[in-house]
């Protein structure tokens, strides 16, 4: 199994920058991908950005120009870097991670973590 410890969420206010970080504990799985997605209050999981092997680095509309991803899949964690930071940013922000079973098995399988508040006031 794989373990996602995220860090870094906390208050702050609109124009200000905050860092989330995500550290995965893989075992004996490799870990191909890396990502975080957010979830408001009343509002459906939604995806922040991501790092994949296989196509680089995916940003939702709504972050593109102020959040950066960066990080090492290879590390097993991922930094996510947030400017202007919005109240409409206020979210609980959840690490993910697809991974490989080193066991041979050919599917990736998905991974969550808890989840660290984020909340930006006006």
């Known amino acids: 199994q794989v373990q996602l410890v995220e860090s870094g969420g906390g208050l702050v206010q609109a124009g200000d920058s905050l860092t989330l970080t995500c550290a995965a504990s893989?075992?004996?799985?490799?870990?191909?991908?890396m990502g975080w997605y957010r979830q408001a209050p009343g509002k459906q999981r939604a995806l922040v950005a991501s790092l994949d092997i296989r196509d680089g680095r995916n940003f939702a509309d709504s972050v593109k120009g102020r959040f950066t991803i960066s990080g090492s899949n290879a590390k097993d964690t991922v930094e996510l870097q947030m400017n202007s930071l919005k109240p409409a940013d206020t979210a609980v922000y959840i690490c993910?991670?697809?991974?490989?079973?080193?066991?041979?098995?050919?599917?990736?399988?998905?991974?969550w973590g808890k989840g660290t508040l984020v909340t930006v006031s006006s």
């Open positions: 893989s075992g004996d799985f490799r870990v191909i991908a």
């Open positions: 993910a991670a697809e991974a490989l079973d080193s066991g041979c098995d050919p599917s990736s399988k998905e991974f």
